[in-house]
Every structure is written in structure tokens, then in C-alpha cells.
């Protein structure tokens, strides 16, 4: 048997690999979705896909943190910019649609929203103001503990947070749920895994005996997970398996996760493309509601969104397409001019498949 060991990263090791894969898979049909933006960049820069066999499919989920934030949501952070605040985000959120239009939009019109590369730039500027200062908090496990650092040293009066941060294992979760798509196994995502550690995806292997394993950022990395999730498939398992133990341990980053825990609590999230997915969202708690930006603002957001017509980014979400099989990508939806979410951000898997030429599976 191939041994995962010690394994030489060179290309006989990859060749090795591809053709174990090849032993493993036979002539079963499978489905394995990853949920990470840096494993689609590394899968499709590579080309990896097309040194799988034809039966084997690797698709992206809703691994995209900003390509995931509901449209209401981003209305709610042009009104308050609208409202005379200092809005701030990340870069990639920018561009991202809704029913007031995005960000970028928004600041078009003169309002003040600036983009910062961390939550503790949004904090000096508050600190060098009178005006109020709200950070648009997004992303996953990853990015959510750096807000929960700030909201808990304790930040200036005029400094506040709209959480917008979203959990992983709940959405994976649901596209198990909603059997919208098969899924015969999980390349669970390398940056979230150094936060909640091979224990945060207990539940699923628990409830759902769905094969997984936690992969890093190399190509041989992908393909070795690829493999582990074959092999388990073959031997009838469905585990969390750690390919990526020089950087995640088993119990994840515990003082992490329990300044998670002080700050946040769940909730039930809406995820643009996939609906409410139950106890996903992280909700201020009341300890610092004085720094909760949904609470210390009386805002009123009744627009509406619908993705444009003919986008497909909800089913590029919930893995039941490529970004190629809509019939936008690449013509009226481009990076240049991005229509949905998926062709905005950088994690997007239409943006990705865009930047390195893809249109189909060679």
C-alpha cells in the first residue's frame, strides 16, 4: 500500500500518487467538495483536476468568506455609512452586490467607507476621530478571532462592529442536509483548521460518516487528501483525517476558540446562495453589546436582492456546478466586470477559474 509518509515532494511523488488514486477510485462516480478559496487557487493554478480520473470530481463550496455574506448585510453597512459613520472592511468586500448596490458604490456617492488590511486599523482610526467607526466584520474562523480580540481589550466608545463572520462545519453541515448535491467526501480547509483543530469537524464524521480530510495548500497536499478521502471511501470509514499536521493540531488553537467563545455566541446566519443555515453566524454577545454596531444603531434595511438572471453563483456555492457551466462566466461576468459574488473576491471559485483561463475540465 502507498504509504503517506515521509512522502518526497517531487513530481514522482505526485506521479505516485496520481496513479494510487487512480487504483483507488475504479468506476464509482465521486463527489468531493472543499470549502477553502487557497485549496481552489492551488487546484486550479495546478491544474489538478485534470490529473484526476474522470470520475473523480472535485468541486468548491461555499468556502468563499465574502462571496457567503448575504446582501442584506452589506446594506446594512452602506446605511450606516449613509448615516455619517466610517465603514470599513476588507478589500474584496468592495465590489460584492446588493440591493443598494456594493461598498464601492456606496463610496462613489461620497460616502466615507475605507478599506483597512485589519480590524486594528479600523480601531486607530477610531481612536484619531470623534466620528463613529464601524468595522464590517467578515469572514470565517480564521478572521474572527482577531475581532474578538479587539472588542475584548476594549476598545474606544466610537468604535463598533457589524458581525458579518460566518462558521464552517454548520455549512458543511447543510449541503449534507439539503441533498441538493452528492458528497462523498471533504477536503476540510487548512487555515479554519489551525482555529477549530480536527475536533471541530467531529459532528459531521459523527452524524454523517462522510470521509474528511483536514488538507494544506501544496498540490501534493490536495492530492494526498484526495487519496486519503478515496481510501477511506474503500474501506468503508468516514473520519477526520489530518494531512496537515505540521500546522494543525488535534485541538485546534484553544485560547483562540475560548476568545471565540467569550465574545461570540452563535446563531442562526443567513448564507447568500444557500439560505439560513442554523447556529453558522457569530453574534456579539450582550457583555459588549456597547460595541455591537446591530445594536447601538436603529438602522432599517428593507431592500431586496435576486441574483442577476442567468448567475449561477448560488450553485457554484453548494457545489452543484463549475464556475464555466454558467452561462455568464467570462462573458458578462468577468473580474473586470464581475455580475456575482463568486467572479468579486479573490477566494471566489468563478474569479479563480477566470484568472488562470479555465473553461472546462481538460
Given at each position: 500500500?502507498?504509504?503517506?509518509?515521509?512522502?518526497?515532494?517531487?513530481?514522482?511523488t505526485?506521479?505516485?500518487?496520481?496513479?494510487?488514486?487512480k487504483?483507488?477510485?475504479?468506476?464509482?462516480?465521486?463527489?468531493?467538495?472543499?470549502?477553502?478559496?487557497?485549496?481552489?487557487?492551488?487546484?486550479?493554478?495546478?491544474?489538478?483536476?485534470?490529473?484526476?480520473?474522470?470520475?473523480v470530481?472535485?468541486?468548491?463550496?461555499?468556502?468563499?468568506?465574502?462571496?457567503?455574506?448575504?446582501?442584506?448585510?452589506?446594506?446594512?453597512?452602506?446605511?450606516?455609512?449613509?448615516?455619517?459613520?466610517?465603514?470599513?472592511?476588507?478589500?474584496?468586500?468592495?465590489?460584492?452586490?446588493?440591493?443598494?448596490?456594493?461598498?464601492?458604490?456606496?463610496?462613489?456617492?461620497?460616502h466615507?467607507?475605507?478599506?483597512?488590511?485589519?480590524?486594528?486599523?479600523?480601531?486607530?482610526?477610531?481612536?484619531?476621530?470623534?466620528?463613529?467607526?464601524?468595522?464590517?466584520?467578515?469572514?470565517?474562523?480564521?478572521?474572527?478571532?482577531?475581532?474578538?480580540?479587539?472588542?475584548?481589550?476594549?476598545?474606544?466608545?466610537?468604535?463598533?462592529?457589524?458581525?458579518?463572520?460566518?462558521?464552517?462545519?454548520?455549512?458543511?453541515?447543510?449541503?449534507?442536509?439539503?441533498?441538493?448535491?452528492?458528497?462523498?467526501?471533504?477536503?476540510?480547509?487548512?487555515?479554519?483548521?489551525?482555529?477549530?483543530?480536527?475536533?471541530?469537524?467531529?459532528?459531521?464524521?459523527?452524524?454523517?460518516?462522510?470521509?474528511?480530510?483536514?488538507?494544506?495548500?501544496?498540490?501534493?497536499?490536495?492530492?494526498?487528501?484526495?487519496?486519503?478521502?478515496?481510501?477511506?471511501?474503500?474501506?468503508?470509514?468516514?473520519?477526520?483525517?489530518n494531512?496537515?499536521k505540521?500546522?494543525?493540531?488535534?485541538?485546534?488553537?484553544?485560547?483562540?476558540?475560548?476568545?471565540?467563545?467569550?465574545?461570540?455566541e452563535?446563531?442562526?446566519?443567513?448564507?447568500?446562495?444557500?439560505?439560513?443555515?442554523?447556529?453558522?453566524?457569530?453574534?456579539?454577545?450582550?457583555?459588549?453589546?456597547?460595541?455591537?454596531?446591530?445594536?447601538?444603531?436603529?438602522?432599517?434595511?428593507?431592500?431586496?436582492?435576486?441574483?442577476?438572471?442567468?448567475?449561477?453563483?448560488?450553485?457554484?456555492l453548494?457545489?452543484?456546478?463549475?464556475?464555466?457551466?454558467?452561462p455568464?462566466?467570462?462573458?458578462?461576468c468577468?473580474?473586470?466586470?464581475?455580475?456575482?459574488?463568486?467572479m468579486?473576491?479573490?477566494?471566489?471559485?468563478?474569479?479563480?477559474?477566470?484568472?488562470?483561463?479555465?473553461?472546462?475540465?481538460?
Open positions: 500500500m502507498f504509504s503517506f509518509v515521509d512522502a518526497f515532494r517531487d513530481d514522482e505526485a506521479r505516485k500518487v496520481v496513479k494510487y488514486i487504483e483507488l477510485a475504479g468506476d464509482r462516480k465521486i463527489r468531493i467538495v472543499h470549502v477553502c478559496g487557497t485549496h481552489e487557487d492551488t487546484i486550479t493554478k495546478y491544474g489538478i483536476r485534470s490529473m484526476l480520473p474522470r470520475n470530481e472535485v468541486l468548491m463550496g461555499p468556502g468563499c468568506p465574502v462571496c457567503t455574506v448575504p446582501p442584506t448585510k452589506i446594506d446594512y453597512a452602506i446605511r450606516l455609512a449613509e448615516e455619517g459613520a466610517i465603514v470599513t472592511s476588507y478589500g474584496d468586500m468592495m465590489m460584492v452586490p446588493a440591493g443598494l448596490g456594493s461598498l464601492s458604490d456606496a463610496k462613489a456617492k461620497g466615507d467607507i475605507r478599506i483597512v488590511y485589519s480590524i486594528h486599523d479600523a480601531v486607530k482610526m477610531a481612536q484619531k476621530t470623534d466620528k463613529e467607526v464601524v468595522h464590517f466584520g467578515v469572514g470565517f474562523e480564521t478572521t474572527a478571532p482577531t475581532t474578538a480580540s479587539e472588542l475584548a481589550a476594549g476598545p474606544p466608545e466610537n468604535f463598533s462592529v457589524y458581525s458579518a463572520h460566518l462558521t464552517i462545519p454548520p455549512a458543511m453541515m447543510a449541503l449534507l442536509d439539503m441533498g441538493v448535491t452528492e458528497v462523498h467526501g471533504f477536503i476540510d480547509p487548512g487555515h479554519v483548521s489551525t482555529i477549530i483543530g480536527e475536533v471541530g469537524y467531529s459532528e459531521i464524521s459523527s452524524k454523517y460518516k462522510v470521509p474528511q480530510v483536514i488538507a494544506g495548500f501544496e498540490p501534493l497536499d490536495v492530492l494526498f487528501s484526495v487519496a486519503m478521502i478515496l481510501r477511506q471511501i474503500k474501506e468503508g470509514r468516514g473520519e477526520v483525517e494531512g496537515y505540521r500546522a494543525v493540531k488535534p485541538e485546534g488553537a484553544p485560547r483562540a476558540l475560548a476568545l471565540l467563545d467569550k465574545v461570540f452563535p446563531e442562526d446566519a443567513p448564507w447568500r446562495g444557500i439560505g439560513v443555515i442554523p447556529k453558522s453566524g457569530l453574534k456579539i454577545r450582550d457583555e459588549y453589546e456597547a460595541h455591537d454596531a446591530a445594536k447601538k444603531f436603529d438602522i432599517e434595511t428593507e431592500t431586496s436582492y435576486e441574483m442577476p438572471h442567468g448567475c449561477r453563483c448560488g450553485d457554484v453548494r457545489a452543484i456546478c463549475y464556475p464555466w457551466e454558467c455568464l462566466f467570462n462573458k458578462e468577468s473580474p473586470e466586470s464581475p455580475v456575482g459574488p463568486c468579486v473576491s479573490h477566494e471566489g471559485s468563478c474569479f479563480i477559474s477566470a484568472r488562470y483561463g479555465v473553461e472546462e475540465i481538460l
